[in-house]
């Protein structure tokens, strides 16, 4: 499938008169349309909710948008809260993540009445005496070794940080109820960006499956079972995306042919996707600054790392539109960079592209998702500006660009100034 920006040249050339490029834009009407489809596709169980992960796009307007379509919010910092609290989120809409979690965080979920999502048993003790055992209490579930499916191996869950062994899991809901826990639940984020429709419905299984067994063993009954993020987008054009109708289908079957035979049909469906509710559905526009003719051709815009860094930190491909040119032949072949003095700021690397005029406004596909969040201030570069679409089509900035005098707010420059003052 062909990509086709939603911002369009009349657009950008009349906004970028308020909000100079670069600038992220957002697409409220089709952020919407999607939100609505996930919980279509999963309407089946009366639990059903989606916490979108904060960090994937963590702007309190947007979260809320998916607020007022059923979402709550996955967090997994103080500043998450805030951001979740500002946005109308608390109680249990707001599911907190965390890992390695420094002091306060887990009172501060306390405070807003949140679920909290133990990563490791030793947390028990630490949350026991910073705010006390809650009522409802998730764990986080790690089972080690490679994850397969049909096509492969997809990750190493034995290689990461995250989550507590199958031995642990169960000791630790036997003491949480022996501290006084009554609702329970279960974690696992096994796999990043799966485009398969065969995951969720996978893990689900793999979950439902602990759920029976801690059932038999310790009596408990699991109350909901979180699939966490790791559904994908299709960055590149021609790949084909996940279809969430399918996977909704996929995880009711496990559900019916597992937890509905052992009494467990009441359970709910968490999910905390990131990637997939918001990735589409925002574009980095940038302009082209420079062109450059060495041993390569160059193209040199004003975004750089600093305002998407996955090009240059995984290698990630992200499709790239030239305005006002989709219909002309892609027939050079560019180097496409930002201005930091790393070489590895490159948005496309021997891209085909049609011929690029300085001036020329190209939009970065498939940012709206740990794009603007993973954003730096390397080489002094500032943060852009976040536009978004409204549904009525008018653009509001959700957040203004980054100044120098934000950049320099935590030095004190009268320090060197001493004599003078
Ligand atoms: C990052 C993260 C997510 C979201 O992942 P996506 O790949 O964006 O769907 C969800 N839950 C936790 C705990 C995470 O760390």
Redesign the pocket.
């Known amino acids: 499938m062909k990509k086709i920006p939603f911002v369009t040249l009349e657009e950008v050339e009349k906004i970028s008169q308020t909000w100079p490029t670069p600038f992220y834009v957002y697409d409220e009407k089709r952020i919407r349309e999607n939100a609505r489809k996930v919980n279509r596709a999963f309407s089946w169980n009366k639990g059903f909710k989606e916490?979108f992960?904060v960090?994937?796009t963590p702007n309190p307007y947007i979260l809320k948008i998916l607020h007022e379509e059923g979402c709550g919010a996955?967090c997994?910092s103080l500043a998450e809260l805030v951001l979740a609290k500002v946005a109308g989120i608390t109680g249990n809409e707001i599911?907190f993540?965390?890992?390695d979690t420094p002091a306060g965080e887990f009172a501060a979920t306390a405070k807003l009445n949140g679920i909290i999502?133990l990563d490791d048993i030793t947390h028990i003790d630490f949350l026991k005496k910073e705010a006390g055992i809650p009522e409802t209490i998730c764990c986080?579930y790690n089972p080690g070794g490679t994850y397969t499916i049909s096509n492969g191996i997809m990750d190493n869950p034995g290689d990461s940080k995250?989550g507590m062994t199958k031995d642990q899991l169960f000791e630790a809901y036997n003491r949480l109820r022996e501290l006084g826990a009554k609702k329970f639940g279960i974690?696992s984020?096994l796999v990043?960006?799966t485009v398969t429709n065969d995951y969720y419905p996978m893990l689900a299984a793999d979950l439902f499956r602990l759920a029976v067994e801690l059932k038999e063993k310790t009596g408990i009954k699991l109350s909901f079972v979180n699939l966490?993020?790791?559904?994908?987008v299709p960055y590149e054009p021609g790949k084909k995306g996940n279809d969430i109708e399918v996977i909704g289908e996929g995880v009711r079957k496990a559900f019916e042919e597992i937890l509905v035979p052992a009494g467990l049909s009441d359970v709910a469906i968490f999910t905390?996707?990131?990637?997939?509710?918001?990735?589409p559905y925002g574009e980095l526009v940038t302009q082209a600054i420079h062109e450059k003719h060495i041993y390569k051709e160059y193209i040199g815009v004003d975004a750089c790392a600093a305002n998407l860094m996955r090009p240059a930190m995984y290698g990630a491909y992200h499709h790239i539109t030239v305005l006002g040119k989709e219909d002309v032949a892609c027939d050079h072949k560019y180097d496409v960079t930002g201005s930091l003095c790393e070489n590895n700021d490159k948005f496309a690397i021997d891209r085909m592209l049609p011929r690029i005029e300085m001036g020329d406004y190209l939009v970065i596909h498939d940012t709206g998702?740990?794009g603007f969040a993973m954003g730096y201030n390397y080489n002094g570069r500032l943060w852009s500006a976040e536009l978004l679409k409204q549904t009525d089509g008018t653009f509001k900035e959700i957040r203004r660009a980054q100044t120098l005098k934000d950049y320099f707010a935590t030095f004190d420059n009268t320090e060197f100034a001493k004599d003078l003052l």
């Open positions: 916490y992960a960090k994937a996955d997994s599911m993540s965390s890992n999502n986080r995250y974690h984020f990043s960006n966490s993020g790791g559904v994908g905390e996707m990131g990637r997939f509710m918001l990735a998702a740990h």
